[in-house]
């Protein structure tokens, strides 16, 4: 099936005609085209956006949000189509698309929807000057939305909801490597009767399409989630044009288990934590620290339920463990178990390719856990982004402590304690962004959301998003 353009609410072939090859992971073949957009395409794009701007940034925000709320319910109604498109494309399994992935999208419609009718801004009166200031919160223009394909439809919505929401009209680019359901947005998007123009979806690689939205005078922010590196290409790029910049980048998590937690509980999750969506996910508890005295028994417990993960075709409903994104990224992952090796890792189980029956060229790998001598190793501190996770034990707080900060992310950490001092203490000092307790992924949309260090700059979520895809200008009346 042959993805196209979606520009001024119409589905476009690219003008050079140029396309790039959509792989199904599950099987390793070709199963349609997408289009390689040039710089002409994504002009025609801006042009789009920027003459739904004028009306659009108009719109009354009860209609705004009868439009993002419509668009949310559509994307419910067409569960079943976007999941099993979501999971064709990427490799995840259905379940998880079904659960996760494409309730989320609907959510985050719904969410802004809501968000923008509650958004407020500020007023100031300079008693004695007879004076009075207020904060409008007015949307940037033509803002430019990229982002990964580890979650696609989900962290694309996360992005163009607050976008449209706030006023904002948009040229987004999905993942090449996943482009299938925003193809499938732009038809759901008119059916709730977004106007013309509002979401233009370009389809392309990073380094043609994404560097023509980067390099655009006139996109006058981004929002980026995706790889580190490309993040601080982007930052290169936009600094001297003073785009606004949003960027949510790699992670390498901490997950801290001290003997004093629930065990099952916390067990289980770091089960999920570990290999949800084959740990492709920024979120992943990737490096685990377990207290000394549990360790062993922690050990033998973790790798023997890791050992009953099913790896198998994604559309089976009984399927843990999908297939792996595309071939250079499985070749990437496996690169790292070789590095393991290297480094005097052991390997406790996993580490191997699987063949499915049938798909005998799917992208599949076993989870994959190793022991860890110390924690400064490479397969310690670099992101891995794979169904693979360090475990090392530890003594004391303080010594745990330092470990998990001393890697050159920040995103997450997740901690397993029911110490109360321990918890306030140590959530003050991790350096994250988000510090789960007792929990993973638990995720409430009002909150902030995003990284420190090589994690990123500035925060996605709730208001925190509205203020990015708004400039706020303060009117001071003199009476
Ligand atoms: O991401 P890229 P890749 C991490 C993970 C992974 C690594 C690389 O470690 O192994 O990044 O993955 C677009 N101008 N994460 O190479 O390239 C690109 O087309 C503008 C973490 O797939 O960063 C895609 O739409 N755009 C992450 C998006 O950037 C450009 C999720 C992300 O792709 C561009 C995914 C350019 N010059 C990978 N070059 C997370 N934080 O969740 C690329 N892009």
């Not at 498109?85 to 985050?108: C, F, H, M, W, Y």
């Amino acid at each position: 099936m042959n993805i196209q353009n979606f520009i001024n609410g119409k589905y476009i072939n690219p003008i050079n005609d140029n396309w790039i090859n959509n792989y199904n992971p599950s099987n390793g073949e070709i199963y349609g085209q997408t289009p390689n957009s040039s710089k002409e395409d994504l002009e025609n794009a801006y042009i789009s956006a920027n003459s739904a701007f004028k009306q659009w940034s108009q719109t009354t925000l009860e209609d705004r949000s009868r439009i993002l709320i419509k668009i949310s319910e559509l994307l419910e109604a067409n569960l079943q189509r976007f999941a099993e498109a979501e999971s064709k494309d990427n490799g995840k399994p259905i379940s998880l698309a079904k659960s996760v992935d494409i309730p989320r999208a609907a959510s985050n419609f719904r969410f802004f929807g809501n968000a923008i009718t509650q958004f407020a801004s500020e007023s100031h009166e300079s008693v004695g000057q007879q004076a009075i200031n207020y904060t409008l919160r007015q949307p940037i223009g033509v803002v430019g939305c990229i982002s990964p394909w580890n979650l696609p439809l989900y962290l694309f919505t996360w992005k163009i909801a607050p976008a449209i929401a706030a006023g904002n009209c948009i040229v987004a680019k999905p993942s090449e490597i996943t482009p299938m359901t925003a193809f499938l947005l732009g038809e759901i998007c008119n059916e709730a009767g977004l106007p013309k123009g509002v979401l233009n979806i370009v389809h392309g690689l990073g380094n043609t399409t994404g560097q023509a939205i980067i390099e655009h005078p006139n996109i006058k922010a981004i929002s980026f989630t995706g790889g580190t590196e490309t993040g601080a290409h982007i930052a290169k790029v936009a600094a001297p044009m003073f785009k606004k910049l949003s960027l949510e980048l790699g992670g390498k998590n901490p997950n801290i288990i001290f003997a004093d937690c629930d065990y099952d509980n916390m067990l289980e999750t770091t089960v999920r934590s570990s290999f949800a969506n084959q740990g492709q996910i920024c979120l992943c508890g990737s490096r685990i620290f377990v207290e000394k005295n549990i360790y062993k028994k922690f050990k033998s417990d973790f790798v023997e339920k890791v050992k009953q993960l099913k790896v198998g075709h994604p559309s089976k409903e009984d399927t843990n463990i999908g297939a792996l994104v595309s071939k250079p990224h499985l070749e990437k992952v496996m690169s790292y178990i070789n590095v393991a090796k290297k480094e005097d890792g052991t390997i406790l189980c996993g580490g191997n390719k699987v063949t499915v029956k049938n798909y005998e060229n799917g992208y599949y790998l076993e989870p994959t856990v190793i022991e860890v001598k110390t924690d400064e190793c490479r397969i310690n501190q670099e992101e891995i982004f794979g169904p693979v996770v360090t475990i090392m034990p530890f003594n004391t707080e303080d010594d745990v402590l330092e470990m998990a900060n001393k890697v050159k992310y920040g995103l997450s950490a997740t901690l397993w304690t029911n110490n109360l001092k321990r918890t306030m203490r140590m959530s003050n000092q991790l350096q994250a962004g988000i510090v789960w307790v007792n929990t993973w992924m638990l995720r409430d949309l009002r909150t902030p959301f995003g990284g420190i260090k090589a994690s990123g700059v500035g925060r996605e979520g709730g208001f925190e998003a509205l203020r990015f895809f708004t400039e706020a200008k303060n009117v001071c009346i003199k009476y």
